[in-house]
Structures are given as structure tokens and as C-alpha cells.
């Protein structure tokens, strides 16, 4: 990336745990990497197959807003590549979200010798059914069913409007789908994958890359919950896709 890096305009995922993205990683040269919840408090740092294109722009953003290459990013349900730097980067405390292009080619890993995807699928390739237990790594973006499932919303950084979005100090949005779509049938139909699995308490839930939709069961959120598969997103009945000017 030769441009300055832009702040992305869309959903800032903020504090979520350390499983729930990606990291660029120095292994022999830059790669992505991804952990993998193996069960029983283990972890296996999966590293991509290729040396990517992808770290590289993940490092040009890094690099050209603190100075220092490696470290997390995500990947949300439109593909934008979306990486924080500054605050605390690591976790995602008061850091600042950046765009760095679109995912153009699926993220390849491997786990004792099988291929280890992010897409709702068994090792053999069978296809998750909702209600299965998620089985591969588990980055995405944190959404949340409100309590009485009855809608969606997330909170996120907000910004001033205009070519060139700037941070309003302290002030944070939330943004509800119900208001988006304006349309309570649709609305209630974004809801059903994700109510069929957490009910009426509500909770957080989180989607990828492949617009999978995944949902910790059990009280509380973070590393050694069993993660639920609820189904796919309806792109239709969602929240629009930010304008990132690469269209």
C-alpha cells in the first residue's frame, strides 16, 4: 500500500479475545497465523502455506502509522481487511481501525497434516449443519442478539462523516440493525439463525470472513467455551456494506 492508510469507516471490533483474529507473524519471513482452540486449555499457532500478499499490506499499514510491522488484523463478512494499530493493538483497547484492502483468496492452514478452515466445514469436508459445534479457528467480528432476541446491534468508535472519516474523542455509536432495515420482517429474519441457538437472553455472537455465524454457549465470553455454528448470514437482510472507495 503506497497510500496513506485510511481509518476504516465500518464496525471497529474493539476489545474481543485473543482467538477472535488474525495475527501477522514473524516465522522465517512475514505470514499470517491464526490460534487454534484445540481443546483442553492448548493452542496450535496455525501459519498460512504461502508467504502472503496479505501480511505484507497488513505490515504496510502497521508500519506506516507506528512504525512496527506484526501484530493482529481481521477480516470481516465483506472481506475488508481491517487492522488496528495504536492503544493497546493487542487487544484492541483504544486503537485505531485502518483498511488495508480486500481478502481476495481464501487463508490456507493446516493442523496434523488436514487442511484447517475458517469456512463451516468438518475436517473431511462435510458442511457444518446449525446447532453443530464450530470445529476450525474462530476470527471474526462481534456482533450482539439483544436481550429478547428480537434485534442486532453493535457499538463501535464514532467517527466524523465525510471523505475523510476522523474520530470523535470519546464518543462511541450504537447502531442497530432494526433501524437500518426499517423493516420488521426482514429484521426478524437476520435474527432467527442466531435466536435458535442463544434464545431470548441474547448474546454475543460472531461472524467471518465467509459470513459464517458462530456463537460461544455457556456463561460469559473468551477462550475455552464451545463455540455453536448457527448458519450463514442473509446478506439481504444485514447491515450495508461500509464505502471503502475501492470499488
Avoid at 151 to 162: E, M, R
Avoid at 228 to 242: I, T
Amino acid at each position: 500500500m503506497n497510500m496513506t492508510p485510511r481509518l476504516y469507516p465500518g464496525l471497529w471490533p474493539g476489545v474481543v479475545a485473543r482467538l477472535a483474529k488474525y495475527h501477522v507473524k514473524w516465522i522465517d519471513t512475514w505470514r499470517v497465523t491464526v490460534g487454534y482452540d484445540m481443546g483442553n486449555g492448548l493452542t496450535y499457532l496455525a501459519v498460512e502455506g504461502d508467504a502472503s500478499q496479505l501480511a505484507e499490506r497488513v505490515n504496510a499499514v502497521k508500519t506506516a502509522v507506528r512504525g512496527q510491522p506484526g501484530g493482529a488484523f481481521y477480516v470481516n463478512e465483506y472481506r475488508h481487511v481491517i487492522v488496528p494499530v495504536g492503544g493497546n493493538a493487542a487487544s484492541g483497547a483504544d486503537a485505531r481501525y485502518y483498511y488495508a484492502g480486500r481478502l481476495e483468496t481464501d487463508l490456507n492452514f493446516e493442523f496434523e497434516g488436514r487442511p484447517l478452515s475458517t469456512r463451516p466445514v468438518h475436517p473431511n469436508g462435510r458442511p457444518l449443519q446449525p446447532g453443530e459445534r464450530w470445529i476450525g479457528p474462530r476470527p471474526g467480528i462481534p456482533y450482539v442478539l439483544a436481550a429478547g432476541a428480537a434485534d442486532i446491534h453493535y457499538v463501535t468508535q464514532a467517527l466524523n462523516p465525510g471523505p475523510e472519516p476522523a474520530v470523535m474523542p470519546g464518543v462511541t455509536q450504537k447502531v442497530q440493525l432494526s433501524k437500518v432495515l426499517r423493516n420488521a420482517e426482514i429484521t426478524a429474519r437476520a435474527v432467527a439463525p442466531i435466536k435458535a441457538i442463544r434464545g431470548h437472553q441474547g448474546g454475543r455472537f460472531y461472524v467471518n470472513e465467509h459470513q459464517a455465524i458462530f456463537t460461544p454457549v455457556g456463561a460469559g465470553d473468551g477462550n475455552g467455551l464451545e463455540y455453536v455454528y448457527c448458519g450463514q448470514l442473509d446478506m439481504q437482510a444485514w447491515f450495508p456494506e461500509p464505502r471503502v472507495g475501492d470499488d
